[in-house]
């Protein structure tokens, strides 16, 4: 059975670090791999994909994969409170559904 | 925009009612899902519609069926619902099923009692 692993946390970083969040997935043949955010109560929003070995960067937010050890994170620096939610690690082949991990809950603390 | 409209939001059901989840998007996209999240099991697939017209089974259908009504409404149908199918559903849609990030609706609370 196809699998997406993520530390549960909760992941405790001070505000103005960079908070580390990883996940590793057990299908070589997945080739889309995606990071959503999900605050308490609410629908998870899609923050960051990637596809090609490397790091990719947006604003605050860096995603890295390495396919040769099928692992992915996602890097968020200078965290703020308000980044405080579980980031949900995502995975998928080409014409299939995307696999979600369970999750890991950041507490970024002012 | 309205994205990924579900309804209702909150439902509360007796053992062995049934009920229709609906969801509709409005942006086109061929790809609809249908997921449950339950604490410390994260989102699991229960069914997806890769294109209207077709329906897949995905982690966890039993208890459920779908249907692909056209291009903007999939609905999960719970014929005899349990206790076990108290959970949080999440309809989400996708322009293809693959490389593209998905839209979730705001979700469904369902509590079967």
């Known amino acids: 059975q196809k699998e997406v692993e993520q530390n549960s946390g909760p992941l405790s970083v001070p505000e103005g670090a960079i908070a580390s969040l990883n996940c590793t997935y057990s299908d070589r043949g997945s080739q889309s791999f995606f990071w959503y955010r999900q605050y308490s109560g609410k629908s998870p929003e899609l923050i960051m994909f990637i596809y090609s070995n490397g790091d990719k960067e947006d604003g605050r937010f860096t995603a890295q994969l390495n396919k040769a050890s099928q692992y992915v994170s996602l890097l968020i620096r200078d965290s703020q409170p308000s980044d405080s939610a579980t980031y949900l690690c995502a995975v998928n082949q080409a014409g299939t559904a995307l696999i979600f991990g369970k999750g890991t809950t950041l507490s970024v603390s002012s | 925009n309205a994205g990924v409209t579900q309804t209702p939001k909150f439902q509360v059901l007796k053992t062995g009612q049934s009920m229709t989840l609906q969801c509709a998007q409005d942006?086109?996209?061929?790809?609809m899902y249908w997921y449950r999240q339950d604490p410390g099991m994260g989102l699991r697939l229960i069914y997806y519609s890769a294109s209207e017209g077709t329906t897949d089974k995905g982690e966890v259908p039993n208890g459920y069926n779908v249907s692909r009504l056209n291009k903007r409404e999939f609905s999960l149908r719970l014929e005899s619902a349990a206790p076990s199918q108290t959970s949080v559903y999440f309809c989400?849609?996708?322009?293809?099923?693959?490389?593209?990030?998905?839209?979730f609706g705001s979700g469904t609370r369902l509590t079967v009692v």
């Open positions: 989400a849609s996708s322009a293809t099923t693959g490389g593209d990030g998905y839209t």
């Open positions: 942006m086109n996209h061929n790809s």
